[in-house]
């Protein structure tokens, strides 16, 4: 035994020879080496040492004890097997054992815990793991070896097997991988085997895991607006591929999936000769009831904006996209030609062709075969005008065409079954209370039965069959008003309506699923209001809804995938908005999403789907 002296004189600081100070200079523990009195070593004094080698020996060290059955204080079985291995190993590399093991349920202090829903040959590759940091990774083991590894929370081996599996995507496995991957919450590797998938979607639909898929994901994918095909017609196929695997079964629940089949989009020819010559098509109220909505969608190209559903929502890789189309307009000190396009989801601006002349408080509306119409308006110099321009976005060109009957500035136009209604206005020197209507297969104009009022600036918009005129202004002062009526074009006849909760004019106008949305406006009472109402043509009643971030008066309205959109108008005097605030209907909310090229006001909008490389890469904002 080592005395209390040697011990203090190991440590240098003995009560021996030099210990007091008075003795010899080479005592062991007198002073320090470098003649110092400051009991702070110097850096001459350490030195730090580390074994590269030494976390591997200990593993090593410890994988010897474990395959000769030394130290081993717990033998996992599983199947039938059984490894003996130590409670710390399998505690530092697994959170699951750990938890169990510091837990006080009873696998805590058991020297035997059986593993169930686990691969014994896996077990033995993650034991073979956690003893070596090595682990052979194969076609044949890795889903296997994920699940395992996914069980007792190894995620190093996971992820390892995530990667895997991902650089061996193809089209034969990306659907099993997508699907394997989510029920195992790989959420990177789910994503990527989906997208594999919905980008290689005309590979993937022949093959064995398509129409083995159970009918949710089936219709999960389908519904997808990612989904890459050249034409909606391969949707359809690749529908009726999967239901011909197991047509018995299939047919009661085909309905489901032919919902996300976007059948407007179809050829009319297809929708007719290969849509519903099937069994399951033509034996299903359901399947009858979509097909009818895509017959009317092509019956009535004009009303297809009051028809959209996600069925008519072109998919994201069609080499068209709907944007807002913003014509003209004025601020304080301009009245502009210039037309430019929004693209909503990318939140950026391109230039088109400008109009022929500059002109403000003219009607613009989109017809059903996808062509701009602009009427109307008033010139810098004051004059209004009875022109009457069509944009073709294809050629990127506008247009003249036959002029109105009457010079017309501050008037409604709205598109109704196949013709252009423009309702009221200013001609230069009064209101209007007349009404005519443009054929474009003629390209003539007519007169249609007069208001009961000579209006300006009202909010005009078809909706159901028949013309709704909201609001507007009768007086010189141009107070708005709450006077609200509609037209039917089959009686030629004028009704009146409730009146609008808030009286209004110079407020815009949209159909948003089957209900009009007035917006915006001014009355002397409010001045320029946020205030927007709706009004159901069911139950003829008006319903006020959020107001807008801001207060607009003659704002320009589109409706883009479910959305309201509105943008530029005046609030007060000379303060013009560059804003941009989008309606979710859903949520009965206002977003501020973007904003103009120009402050503006008097402007008209409309969506319109235009061919990508008319425009080029919205992708990157206008600078």
């Known amino acids: 035994m080592i005395s209390r002296r040697s011990r203090q004189s190991l440590r240098g600081g003995g009560d021996g020879a030099g210990g007091g100070g008075q003795g010899g200079e080479g005592a062991a523990g007198g002073r320090p080496l470098s003649g110092s009195d400051s009991n702070t070593p110097s850096p001459g004094d350490e030195c730090k040492y580390e074994d590269g080698q030494h976390s591997e020996s200990v593993l090593q060290g410890l994988n010897d004890l474990r395959l000769q059955g030394h130290f081993c204080d717990v033998t996992l079985c599983v199947d039938g097997q059984n490894f003996p291995v130590h409670r710390a190993v399998l505690a530092s590399f697994s959170p699951y054992f750990r938890a169990m093991f510091l837990s006080s349920l009873a696998e805590s202090q058991q020297e035997h815990i059986t593993l169930s829903g686990v691969d014994a040959n896996m077990v033995g590759l993650l034991l073979e793991y956690a003893y070596t940091s090595r682990i052979t990774i194969t076609k044949n083991n890795v889903q296997n070896l994920l699940s395992a590894s996914n069980l007792l929370e190894v995620a190093t081996v996971r992820e390892a097997c995530c ?17 394997f991957a989510e029920a195992h919450s790989c959420q990177d590797l789910t994503k990527k085997a989906k997208a594999y998938t919905l980008k290689n979607f005309s590979h993937v639909m022949g093959g064995d895991e398509w129409i083995n898929l159970g009918v949710e994901k089936v219709v999960e994918l389908l519904g997808t607006d990612e ?27 085909f309905h489901k999936v032919l919902e996300y089949v976007r059948l407007p989009l179809l ?27 895509a017959r009317l969608y092509h019956l009535l190209p004009d009303r297809r904006f009051q028809l ?13 996209t709907t944007v807002i ?22 939140h950026s601006w391109r230039s088109l062709s400008c109009l022929p002349f500059a002109v403000s408080k003219h009607g613009l509306v989109v017809s059903g075969e996808n062509l701009l119409y602009l009427a109307g308006g ?16 294809v050629l990127d060109e506008w247009h003249d065409l036959a002029p109105m009957e009457s010079p017309r500035s501050e008037l409604g136009l709205a598109t109704l079954d196949g013709h252009i209604y423009a309702v009221g206005g200013w001609s230069g020197t009064c209101r209007l209370n007349t009404v005519e209507k443009y054929d474009p297969r003629s390209n003539s104009w007519s007169s249609v039965a007069d208001m009961n009022l000579a209006i300006t600036s009202p909010a005009v918009v078809a909706c159901q069959g028949k013309l709704f005129v909201a609001g507007g202004a009768i007086l010189e002062d141009g107070d708005g008003i709450d ?4 037209y039917n074009p089959h009686t030629n006849t004028w009704e009146e309506l409730p009146r609008m909760m808030i009286p209004r004019s110079g407020s815009s106008a949209a159909v948003l699923h089957g209900l009009i949305y007035i917006v915006g406006g001014w009355h002397a009472s409010t001045e320029n209001t946020n205030k927007v109402e709706r009004f159901d043509s069911r139950t003829n009643s008006w319903q006020l809804v959020a107001p807008m971030c801001e207060k607009r008066y003659r704002p320009g309205v589109a409706v883009v995938d479910g959305h309201l959109y509105v943008l530029g108008g005046e609030d007060g005097w000379e303060h013009f908005h560059d804003t941009i605030e989008c309606y979710s209907p859903v949520e009965d909310k206002w977003t501020m999403v973007g904003e103009m090229l120009t402050a503006r006001s008097w402007l008209s909008c409309a969506p319109l789907k235009i061919k990508k490389e008319i425009i080029g890469d919205l992708a990157t904002p206008m600078s």
């Open 483 to 486: 006077w609200a009526q509609v």
């Open 378 to 393: 008033e010139f810098p110099d004051g004059s209004v005008t009875r022109c009457l321009w069509r944009y073709d976005p």
């Open 308 to 320: 959209t559903s996600p069925r008519t929502k072109p998919r994201k890789n069609t080499n068209t």
């Open 325 to 346: 189309v913003a014509v003209g307009g004025e601020d304080n000190k301009l009245v502009l030609r210039s037309v430019e396009c929004y693209d909503p989801h990318a």
């Open 227 to 253: 989904l890459e095909v050249e034409r909606e017609e391969q949707v359809f196929q690749a529908a009726t591929t999967w239901l011909h695997q197991s047509q018995a079964s299939r047919t009661p629940v």
């Open 267 to 293: 050829s009319p020819y297809f929708l007719v000769d290969v849509v519903e010559s099937e069994m399951a098509v033509r034996s299903s109220p359901e399947c009858r009831l979509l097909v009818e909505e």
């Open 163 to 179: 990667r895997f599996l991902e650089r061996h995507i193809d089209a034969t496995n990306c659907v099993g991988i997508h699907c």
